[in-house]
């Protein structure tokens, strides 16, 4: 992995390698990279996966198995910006299969516990509508969603 620019880096309790191929099966322009394995001595069994490179759309990470001491919060997610209602059903859908967990307002968890917000260009456009009224509108229908629907943005927007 390169040290330049910024890389994320996930904590797992022992699922990182499962989680890197299956970051990079729901994302296009995505690979993985090296993987590094614990040591003889290590609070690991020698030979279990350490660590995991890898790149989802273009965004550098590394998965680390560090054991259970830490997990994911909300506070912490990664927004995939969508423009089509096929994008939005695609990462929703593959980010909730498996034991993932729909949320409100586009939100949601995948099956490691890691948030996401999925996020049509579309509704950024009309929740910051010079038109306060539209905006309010959209806006409103927006924290009635779990997975956000463009054309009922768009509808409520219009005031429909």
Not at 21 to 36: D, E, L, Q, R, T
Not at 131 to 152: C, F, N, P, V, Y
């Amino acid at each position: 992995m390169t040290t330049d620019g910024l890389t994320t880096c996930l904590w797992f309790d022992g699922q990182a390698e499962e989680a890197a191929h299956y970051y990079v099966s729901v994302f296009k322009n995505s690979s993985i990279g090296k993987i590094a394995r614990y040591p003889e001595g290590a609070p690991q069994p020698a030979g279990s996966v350490l660590t995991v490179e890898f790149t989802a759309n273009g965004h550098k990470f590394l998965a680390l198995n560090g054991g259970p001491q830490f997990t994911f919060t909300e506070a912490v997610s990664f927004m995939i910006f969508c423009q089509t209602q096929e994008e939005v059903d695609h990462y929703w859908t593959k980010l909730t299969e498996g034991g993932g967990e729909p949320g409100p307002c586009g939100w949601l968890k995948d099956r490691y516990g890691l948030s996401w917000q999925v996020v049509p260009d579309r509704l950024i456009e009309l929740t910051t509508d010079p038109d306060r009224e539209k905006a309010a509108r959209a806006t409103q229908a927006m924290m009635e969603m779990g997975k956000i629907d463009i054309a009922a943005l768009e509808k409520a927007a219009a005031g429909g």
